[in-house]
């Protein structure tokens, strides 16, 4: 199975502050992976997928970019409303597996 | 704009079973549901995301993660636009909360999620 590793684990950051969040694969997994931001008790949200397609609605200062085993997700200003947690997704035919979460505070 | 609803959680000993249900709603037309890959993830209380099972758009196949299979069953109809998990043999360590989600239409990404619905296995 692929496994997925984000790092760091937790991060915080100001407000303005350019945030690069990284997830790494166990193997070769071409373009398909997506990001999720999630809340405090809110189901996550689809940032972007396919490694660097933005998904409809969400800010542009969200921007993903890799391939292979190396993928980031870069906040390039960070906003109040950008806290939670940040979820990377390996998706592939019928296999699906989340990293283990970076979680985001705004200090 | 899609809506995924939840219901049929709660609290239910270890063994016996439940099942949750997924309405959905707010399609685009010529889009409908039945054109979607759907799927169940759940995410245990203070823990991460884990991808539970997907089934295809018309419900000819049917994938599970290893920590489930055998024991979760999921399932549609498309005619009452409603997604189902048949919970059976359930252990304590199945305690999460459950969200069904819209497979986006490109790719294999996760673009519309329910609210989530609590299933607590207690004695």
């Known amino acids: ?37 999630q809340k405090p008790g809110k189901a996550p949200k689809l940032l972007i997928y396919d490694a660097s397609t933005l998904e409809t609605g969400v800010p542009s200062r969200f921007s993903g970019s890799g391939s292979g085993t190396e993928f980031t997700l870069t906040i390039s200003s960070l906003q109040p409303d950008d806290f939670g947690t940040y979820y990377c997704q390996h998706y592939y035919g019928y296999l699906y597996t989340f990293g283990q979460g970076t979680k985001l505070d705004i200090k | 704009q899609v809506q995924l609803v939840e219901s049929g959680g709660g609290v239910v000993q270890p063994g016996r079973s439940l099942r949750l249900s997924c309405a959905a709603s707010g399609f685009t037309s010529p889009f409908t549901f039945s054109n979607y890959g759907m799927h169940w993830v759940r995410q245990a209380p203070g823990k991460g995301l884990e991808w539970v099972a ?69 004695s």
Request: aromatic letters at 10%; glycine letters at 6%.
């Open chain 1, 1 to 37: 199975d692929i496994q997925m590793t984000q790092s760091p684990s937790t991060l915080s950051a100001s407000v303005g502050d350019r945030v690069t969040i990284t997830c790494r694969a166990s193997q070769s997994i071409n373009n398909w992976l997506a990001w999720y931001q």
């Open chain 2, 54 to 122: 997907v089934i295809s758009y018309d419900g000819s196949n049917k994938y599970y993660a290893d920590s489930v299979k055998g024991r979760l069953t999921i399932s549609r109809d498309n005619s009452k636009n409603t997604l189902y998990l048949q919970m059976d043999s359930l252990r304590v360590e199945d305690t999460a909360v459950y969200y069904c989600a819209k497979q986006e239409g490109h790719s294999s990404s996760f673009d519309s999620w329910g609210q989530g619905a609590l299933v607590t296995v207690s």
